[in-house]
């Protein structure tokens, strides 16, 4: 890939590590856009058990801005599944049986149901960030590197629906 030069925008879908948040810091040159879905720490909550690759909101803010990586979105994404019954829930995640087992949470899935239990949590962590181009202290140290050639639609095009997105055509 590098006969293609810098990588203008990264993704990282589930398969997320604060060293991929470095690797992506350190090629994309400044503006250039970083976007993870990763599992949120409430990601199968009911089994008492953390995924090592679960991010907390302020880890997950921590871990881009290290990484030179400007927080622009971070959202967690929710889901609950209810079960009318026993049976239900633990059918729902049969296909995923063996890796609970393995990991040990199976047996505390199994328990949870079995305690009247009748939910499973899905969460996400979802994170837009942007490479700063810092050179100095405070909100004014940035470098800008503007274009005199791009048009004002192209600009536009570039940009979010916020103040930032006001332009003039002299």
Not at 112 to 125: C, D, K, N, W, Y
Request: aromatic letters at 8%; one cysteine or more; glycine letters at 8%.
């Amino acid at each position: 890939y590098r006969a293609l030069g810098p990588p203008d925008v990264v993704v990282a879908h589930l398969c997320m590590s604060d060293a991929i948040a470095a690797r992506a810091g350190a090629s994309l040159p400044p503006g250039g856009i970083f976007a993870f879905a990763a599992f949120h720490t409430d990601q199968w909550r009911e089994t008492g058990q953390v995924s090592r690759f679960a991010y907390a909101p302020d880890r997950a803010r921590a871990v881009l801005s290290e990484a030179g990586l400007g927080v622009e979105r971070l959202e967690v994404e929710q889901e609950v599944a209810r079960f009318a019954s026993e049976t239900e829930a633990l059918a729902r995640v049969a296909a995923i049986r063996p890796r609970w087992e393995a990991v040990g949470r199976w047996a505390a899935w199994e328990r949870f149901v079995g305690e009247g239990g009748r939910t499973l949590t899905q969460s996400r962590i979802v994170a837009l960030a942007r490479r700063e181009s810092k050179t100095g202290r405070g909100h004014k140290g940035f470098s800008v590197d503007g274009d005199p050639n791009l048009s004002i639609a192209d600009a536009a095009r570039r940009r979010d629906f916020t103040i930032n997105a006001i332009s003039r055509d002299p």
